[in-house]
T-cell receptor, first 115, second 112 residues
Framework: GAGVSQSPSNKVTEKGKDVELRCDPISGHTALYWYRQSLGQGLEFLIYFQGNSAPDKSGLPSDRFSAERTGGSVSTLTIQRTQQEDSAVYLC???WGDGLNTEAFFGQGTRLTVV | GENVEQHPSTLSVQEGDSAVIKCTYSDSASNYFPWYKQELGKRPQLIIDIRSNVGEKKDQRIAVTLNKTAKHFSLHITETQPEDSAVYFCAASLPTGYALNFGKGTSLLVTP
């Protein structure tokens, strides 16, 4: 596709369950970001992948959160034992990551609701 | 890591007036400063960016200025229109291999 694709677009889950959120970046983009946006709030950095380098996990809020990026393309954000405070929109973005710090293109986000 | 502060959190202006949003950053090694606009229910989109070797950049009604010494940068929107109403986010990043760190956003309302 032409843009960053995220799935599902909406996810309702029960407290304590695990969820997986998927991001398909733009083809050829080596940099991939996950952000969390709570209602009316800013963009909270979660994790950053750049090529084959070790990811920057400094934004992950707890050990219940993890992310993988397979083959330098698709990424999955996993939240284990979900809590109500995990409810938010999870945004993925990708960029060329070629040292020119070019534009980050965002997906439409996954709205997660923990009930 | 990089810490980005953004002010004000909300801003209301009348159509035709100018709007200014300011951001500060903590790491003097940061070299890339984009601004994103997020309309209600939509994804953030880049509207303008500036690199540390430039002091000012303009694109029609929007401009960004950068003061490296003071570690702050600003977004200026002139002749505001109702369609400029949105949340604006500033960001900063260190050179290659580091993530974009965003400010908390400014909700701009332009009233007719």
């Amino acid at each position: 596709g032409a843009g960053v694709s995220q799935s599902p677009s909406n996810k309702v889950t029960e407290k304590g369950k695990d969820v997986e959120l998927r991001c398909d970046p733009i083809s050829g983009h080596t940099a991939l970001y996950w952000y969390r946006q709570s209602l009316g709030q800013g963009l909270e950095f979660l994790i950053y992948f750049q090529g084959n380098s070790a990811p920057d996990k400094s934004g992950l809020p707890s050990d219940r959160f993890s992310a993988e990026r397979t083959g330098g393309s698709v990424s999955t954000l996993t939240i284990q034992r979900t809590q109500q405070e995990d409810s938010a929109v999870y945004l993925c973005a990708s960029s060329w990551g070629d040292g020119l710090n070019t534009e980050a293109f965002f997906g439409q986000g996954t709205r997660l609701t923990v009930v | 890591g990089e810490n980005v502060e953004q002010h004000p959190s909300t801003l209301s202006v009348q159509e035709g007036d100018s709007a200014v949003i300011k951001c500060t950053y903590s790491d003097s090694a940061s070299n890339y400063f984009p601004w994103y606009k997020q309309e209600l229910g939509k994804r953030p989109q880049l509207i303008i960016d500036i690199r540390s070797n430039v002091g000012e950049k303009k694109d029609q009604r929007i401009a960004v200025t950068l003061n490296k010494t003071a570690k702050h940068f600003s977004l200026h929107i002139t002749e505001t229109q109702p369609e400029d109403s949105a949340v604006y986010f500033c960001a900063a990043s260190l050179p290659t291999g580091y993530a974009l760190n965003f400010g908390k956003g400014t909700s701009l309302l332009v009233t007719p």
